[in-house]
């Protein structure tokens, strides 16, 4: 990866099949923010005992990724958590059609203490209670399975059919004071760019990847562009000189904003040339 980013604001989060190991080390080298290894959908259930033993073999000598487990429903929920309960490399878990915060704690009391754990929403149930889910004490961060949420709802491919579902969990996140919660992936890689679009506009930073060709685009469309990085640059720039002088009601926002754009592009190592700044007005 060009530039560690940390989870709590990870764009591109590329889930590797755990059946297919030749594919971990690619995607270690991969643009992606961050990865998990998929033990869940991934993985057919005559080969999850094969998927467990490759993904602990590989954590376990001086990688690190996060896992995607089975649901605390499933037979083999259990057996996922006893399997990396003590494996060194486990950034965290991602749970699976989470449905529950009882799912999160019971998840929680069978892993390391203190291991963030990835809440995936992706049936109405789950959805139902997904501000319960949000205030579990070990919910990392929300992520949104679209795939099995649609067959679930029974809802179709049109933006809108989504938005009440993806505004739910991003005012459940913020209300719990979590980060932005993750949108599940775009499958079309010509409808990426549209797609990365669509989860920033509905206020998600991060976005579900399941190829390492598609972080690039993922990680620019849920980044402050650098027009955006000159703007803020340039908006604190005058404000500081007019010595934090408040001209209207709008002025406090745009300052807030400006920030969080400035904090993004230090934590996504985005730099933006004096010219850029130069030939801006402010």
Known sequence: MSHAVSPQIARSWLLVPASKPELFQIAQESEADAIIIDIEDAVAAKDKAQAREETV??????HRAWVRINDAASEFWSGDCAALKD???????MLAKTESS???????DRLPEGLPILALVETARGLQHVAEIANAPSTFRIAFGTGDFKRDTATGEDPIALA???????????????PAPI?????SADALQEGTRLSKEMGMSGKLCLTHTQAPTINAGLAPSPEDVAWAHGFVR??????????????LPRLARAQKIQAQAADFGIEVDAASLANLNY
């Open 238 to 251: 005058a404000f500081e000189e007019s010595g934090g002088k408040i001209t209207d009601g709008s002025d």
């Open 87 to 93: 494996v060194p490399g486990l950034e965290g878990v």
């Open 164 to 178: 009440y579902a993806r505004s739910q969990l991003v005012i459940a996140s913020r209300a719990a004071r979590l």
């Open 102 to 108: 009882s799912h999160v704690n019971d998840t929680a």
């Open 57 to 62: 073999r590989w954590l376990s000598s001086g």
């Open 183 to 187: 949108d599940g992936p775009t499958l």
